[in-house]
Nanobody, 127 residues
Framework: QVQLVESGGGLVQAGGSLRLSCACS????????MGWFRQAPGKEREFVCA????????YYADSVKGRFTISRDNAKNTVYLQMNSLKPEDTAVYYC????????????????????WGQGTQVTVSS
């Protein structure tokens, strides 16, 4: 079955950077749209960003636009999230997700439309 494993989380000061990775195994990664979501304590899970299978279309939440960059390496079955200028409000558990549906358009931003999820990685930004 498909497994997604996130890594790269940690503790960073405000203004710092982190790069998250999500490695995919057991599926056809190159055909999946990939998304990053996050959930802070006491809050609902929210969309962060997503990228289509060919890395030609990416969407970002307004709260991270200009600071976060999603990318993928289909040869390595891995999607990345580069996070710069981090803020305390970015503190959350970050999850990657895979959408196996075939689409010629952009990736979905709706969490329920993703089929596979990682276990999450904690990102904590101190002020």
């Amino acid at each position: 079955q498909v497994q997604l494993v996130e890594s790269g989380g940690g503790l960073v000061q405000a203004g710092g950077s982190l790069r998250l990775s999500c490695a995919c195994s057991g599926g056809v990664f190159s055909t999946y749209a990939m998304g990053w979501f996050r959930q802070a304590p006491g809050k609902e899970r929210e969309f962060v960003c997503a990228i289509n299978w060919s890395a030609t279309i990416a969407y970002y939440a307004d709260s991270v636009k200009g600071r976060f960059t999603i990318s993928r390496d289909n040869a390595k079955n891995t999607v990345y999230l580069q996070m710069n200028s981090l803020k305390p409000e970015d503190t959350a558990v970050y999850y990657c997700a895979a959408d196996r549906s075939i689409s010629i358009g952009g990736p979905t931003v709706i969490s329920d439309e993703y089929d596979y999820w990682g276990q999450g990685t904690q990102v904590t930004v101190s002020s």
